[in-house]
């Protein structure tokens, strides 16, 4: 048969052009840890899945905030606090990535939080200061109250396809099994559409300037950084 892009990678269709069932396609990306020197490999599968009845109904979108921060930064910690608010009130619905993109208020000593991956997306958006987010990729970065506003009226937005998630991990072997599902309950207004997946870190302690504004998440001296960027997958 045929074969038709699927973000910069190619899914085999029939001779009608539609996609196989249960095609697999299988990439892989390597990720390298310079805290514990260790490196990392992970296997991607794309396959074209049957859809789950639930991702079939017309749903509002959820959020997905990008919110650029530093170790360096004072004001950073009440920025954590904003999206963790924003999480508690709509847990599910709302998802913050704290993105580390190096510089001045991105020391890179112990522990080093800082990614490419992070220094690309600051370069993409331009981000000039810190905190500042993005929210669904539909705004500028924008200060933390704008980012409130923002998210509620995300919210309130019809989404134009629905994403299933799910993970299953092998400590023993160091894998992980990441599945993706989608259905477009509309058309998209973008004639191209991407999937990124992202690896996150939770609970890596350490100095963080301001973190006693945070007394949830520590001290100054001894601070608690949650949903950390450290990879981005596809």
């Known amino acids: 048969g045929e074969t038709v892009p699927f973000s910069s990678h190619f899914i085999p269709t029939d001779e009608n052009g539609e ?7 299988k990439m892989e990306y390597h990720f390298y840890d310079d ?28 959020v997905v905030i990008e919110e650029f921060t530093g170790r360096a930064c004072v004001f950073c910690p ?3 606090m904003v999206t963790n608010s924003l999480m508690e009130t709509y847990p599910g619905r709302v998802f913050a990535v704290n993105i580390h993109p190096g510089g ?16 690309l997306l600051a370069g993409a958006f331009y981000v000039t200061g810190f905190p500042s987010g993005v929210v669904n990729r539909t705004t500028s970065p924008t200060d933390m109250f704008s980012i409130e506003l923002d998210t509620y009226d995300q919210l309130s937005e019809l989404a134009e396809v629905n994403v299933a998630g799910d993970v299953v991990i092998d400590e023993d072997y160091r894998t992980a099994e990441i599945t993706v599902k989608l259905y477009y309950t509309a058309n998209s207004s973008e ?12 609970s890596i302690w350490g100095y963080q300037s301001g973190g006693d504004c945070n007394p949830a998440q520590g001290t100054e001296e001894n601070y608690c950084q ?5 990879d981005i997958i596809t």
Request: hydrophobic share 35%; proline share 6%; with cysteine.
């Open 104 to 119: 001045n208020l991105c020391p890179a000593s112990y522990p080093n939080l800082n990614t490419t991956d992070g220094a």
């Open 35 to 62: 805290i514990s020197d260790e490196r990392y490999v992970f296997e991607v599968y794309y396959k074209y899945l049957p859809v789950d009845d639930d991702l079939l109904y017309v749903k509002n979108r959820n």
């Open 78 to 80: 009440e920025g954590h």
């Open 226 to 230: 949650m949903h950390v960027l450290r």
């Open 19 to 25: 996609l196989i069932p249960n095609t697999e396609l």
């Open 191 to 202: 004639s191209t559409n991407y999937l990124t997946v992202m690896m996150l870190q939770d």
